[in-house]
């Protein structure tokens, strides 16, 4: 029981208690986020970093009238409690709990949902427009973390939003986890200009001079160094923000609760748009969160005493493990080999790369159009640019893959982690629309492996083809078969016959090779005799296999971890259209047309009949008629 959380149910409840009060309730808030989080796993280190922050915010304005922002969601859980979930938190990221992020439908306090970073300048800006249009007098204030200012589309709102001039406020939330790099080319100007050959000589000369002046020279001196420490610090950051048209205010100490109310308040009256520089520290209050604010960025169940991580039990390496070490191993052979990230190195498993060759790797920031067209450019100077890329995060480069990637035909791999249902962060991350937002783009080749071993053949396949090439993996383990010694060069577009059948074929790609081959296995036991074939090639396809195996059993079911519309099924289905082949039934089994919500992998994978009980299912209802769906005949 808590002696003040217990007593808010909504931000109005902040109201009524002093300011000294509201420091009481920002410990409490931390207690219940370091028993709760260390339960279920979470976003720890960040939130812990804005408890104060977001008391201030809702202290000061009227939520949900003022619009609060959040950029990314990993900063939201104090947000969260205090607005009424404080009873459900415990479910946060939970099957059918609660979301880990900003969600409209759950709250009219989040007015703008969001699990990717950098879109809260944008929307708030929408927001303070829509307001004005309407005669209100509302504010809205975007939450943004300096992570989050590395991506382009925070610079393109802020520019908009200064020319605009409407009451937009946006706090920088800058934990010290990378502002440097936002503003690192200002710095870098200032840097030069004070390195500068003459200015070294003019300084050396005067301090000389200085020191030598009886009695005041010294004080002098610390003044004309105060006064040098000044102007680098009037040029960066603040100049930045004042070019772009905004007021900019800081930076404040963001665990001081009663600056940042007396700020806040002054701020909410200002005309135009506003950014207030906050800083803070990720993990505050937790001593080994503060001390490792990476490992408890997004960390599992752990001990709030010790601050140990639970354990997993001992099992088969991740598919992102066996990526970094393959990477680590091809590049020892091959200085051509470059790796990039988008502020993800840990999470795509490229760290023991950047350790091993720090030349050959670069992590762009939260950037992925960047880093896509970076990658391009590497390839045009007869690179081989591996970027790895969440599967939901790449949607984001889209353009990019096109233009400057397939159009020109460059020798870029895109390494597509967390491929297919992620699980507890939702459909923000869920990797299900890769297969067919990719497939269609001329010159891609996209392929997916149905193990860990044929990840590490599929990871040389794409670094020595001279095309672009799309490799998706899943997230989590594999199935701990043993590892060939050297990784291979696949055939393009060759398929693997794994079981021979009479009555259907099912063919799978990916993380579906292994359920699709159970499933087969159920329905032996009721005897139908099902073909399995591994399609590895999304693009190009194993024509001849599939079509062969499609003609001899006359039924055809596919299996994908993305969406059904214009995925692997799809293909499938088209090839048997161009090569106009009659007498064949089909079923496609993949993710419906809607979006998927947080569980487990292997809970949702029942949910969507993608585990080896639910094909059998699927299989026998389609072979008794029941849902089967015709393949038009071409005349």
């Known amino acids: 029981m808590y002696k003040l959380l217990d007593t808010i149910n909504d931000p109005a409840d902040l109201k009524k208690l002093t300011e000294e009060e509201l420091g009481t309730l920002a410990a409490e808030v931390r207690q219940f986020l370091l028993e709760t989080v260390s339960r279920t796993g979470g976003h720890l280190a960040s939130n812990l970093g804005c408890v104060e922050l977001t008391l201030a915010l809702h202290y000061c304005f009227t939520s949900p009238q003022d619009r609060i922002i959040w950029d990314v969601g990993h900063q939201a859980y104090t947000h969260k409690i205090i607005t009424g979930r404080r009873e459900r938190f415990h479910t946060q990221r939970q099957y059918h709990g609660i979301s880990g992020f900003p969600k409209r439908a759950e709250s009219p306090h989040d007015p703008f949902g969001a699990g990717h970073s ?25 939450v943004i973390g300096d992570g ?22 946006v706090i920088l939330n800058d934990n010290e986890m990378s502002i440097s790099k936002n503003v690192g080319a200002f710095s870098a100007f200032v840097s030069r200009k004070l390195s500068g050959s003459y200015y070294r000589e003019l300084k050396k000369e ?5 020191q030598n002046i009886p009695a005041i020279g010294g004080n002098i001196l610390k003044f004309a160094r105060r006064a040098e420490n000044s102007l680098k610090g009037f040029l ?3 100049a930045l923000f004042e070019a772009l048209g905004f007021e900019y205010i800081g930076p404040l100490q963001g665990h001081n609760l009663p600056q940042l109310i007396e700020v806040l308040r002054n701020v909410r009256s200002l005309e135009g748009p506003v950014l207030v520089h906050v800083m803070t520290t990720k993990g505050k209050g937790y001593p080994p969160a503060e001390e490792n604010p990476a490992l408890f960025h997004g960390v599992g169940p752990f001990d709030v005493a010790t601050g140990k991580v639970t354990a997993a039990k001992g099992g088969p390496k991740s598919y992102t493990t066996v990526f970094g070490d393959t990477m680590v191993r091809l ?24 350790k091993a060759y720090p030349a050959r790797f670069f992590d762009v920031g939260i950037a992925e159009q960047h880093a896509v067209t970076f990658a391009a450019g590497l390839a045009a100077e007869g690179f081989r640019p591996v970027a790895a890329i969440y599967s939901s995060f790449t949607q ?19 390494a597509l982690d967390r491929a297919g249902l992620v699980g507890d962060d939702g459909p923000t991350h869920h990797g299900v629309f ?46 701990g078969i043993p590892m060939d010694q050297e990784p291979v060069i696949l055939t393009l577009g060759r398929g693997e016959l794994l079981a021979e059948g009479d009555d259907l074929v099912i063919i799978a790609i990916g993380s579906t090779v292994y359920p699709a081959r159970e499933a087969a296995a159920l329905l032996g036991e009721k005897g139908i005799r099902a073909a399995v074939i591994n399609a590895r090639f999304v693009k190009p396809l194993d024509r001849e296999l599939i079509l062969g195996w499609a003609r001899r059993t006359g039924h055809v079911v596919t299996v994908e971890e993305n969406a059904l519309q214009g995925g692997f099924g799809s293909a499938v289905l088209e090839l048997l259209e161009e090569e106009r082949v009659t ?15 947080q569980g487990s992998q292997a809970q949702l994978r029942r949910d969507l009949g993608l585990d080896g009980t639910g094909i059998a299912a699927v299989v026998e209802a389609f072979l008794s008629k029941k849902g089967a769906v015709p393949l038009a005949r071409v005349k």
């Open 148 to 169: 989050s200012m590395t991506a382009g589309m925070a610079f393109e709102a802020l520019n908009q939003a200064g020319h605009l001039k409407k009451n937009l406020i």
């Open 583 to 597: 007498g064949v039934r089909m079923k496609r089994i993949g993710i419906p047309d809607r979006f998927i919500e």
């Open 434 to 479: 890769d297969l067919s937002y990719l497939r269609h783009l001329p010159e891609m080749t996209l392929m997916a492996p149905r193990d860990e071993n044929e990840l590490q053949h599929m990871i040389k396949t794409a670094v020595y083809s001279d095309c672009p090439i799309a490799l998706r993996y899943p997230r989590g383990t594999g199935y």
């Open 118 to 142: 950098s879109t809260s300048i944008s929307a708030g800006l929408g927001m303070a427009v829509g307001d004005d249009l309407k005669g209100g007098n509302n504010r809205a204030i975007a």
């Open 331 to 354: 590049a020892g052979a091959d200085e051509k080999i470059v790796a990039i990230t988008a502020a993800m190195p840990d999470g795509t498993g490229l760290t023991p790369f950047a």
């Open 236 to 238: 960066t950051p603040g």
């Open 206 to 210: 005067m301090q000389g001079l200085l």
């Open 396 to 414: 984001r480069a889209y353009d990019q893959v096109f233009h400057d990637v397939c159009l020109q035909k460059l020798p870029v791999t895109l």
